[in-house]
């Protein structure tokens, strides 16, 4: 499992736990209908959320072009689900409608608080095994030329 679904699922965990408390402060307060709601909410974000590991495992293939395609491809359907998912009960009444957005509204805020700095740590990481990688393949250039000579 590459480094970005072990982030996922640990954001995903985090957000979980950040948001049963909320959901019982809701069922406690408004009812099990909004409680519901808001975890219909969470849900749909979390699905969106693992999505997003699943577009960026799509992303590292041979060609940046296909990459970036895959990415849009991923970017508009995660979208689409996001509107379909929180629009259709929306629409037909279903549930509270405020605390379904509310729910997938704390996911992506939970998700920036959670996630990045994570991100940032296997980027970071990447970026320097890269720059490490560059700098012994430069050593043994200055070898191979010095054993040329």
Known sequence: MGAHWRLAFRCALWIVALMIPVAVLLLCLYGAAHAEAFAYGVGTGLVSLISTALTV??????SMTLGMIVGAISFAGRCGLAAGALGVPAYLGLWPVLPMLGGFAGVYLAENIVLMPGALKISHANIRRGAEQARREAARERVER???A
């Open 57 to 62: 495992s799509l992303l590292w293939g041979r």
């Open 146 to 148: 010095r054993a040329e």
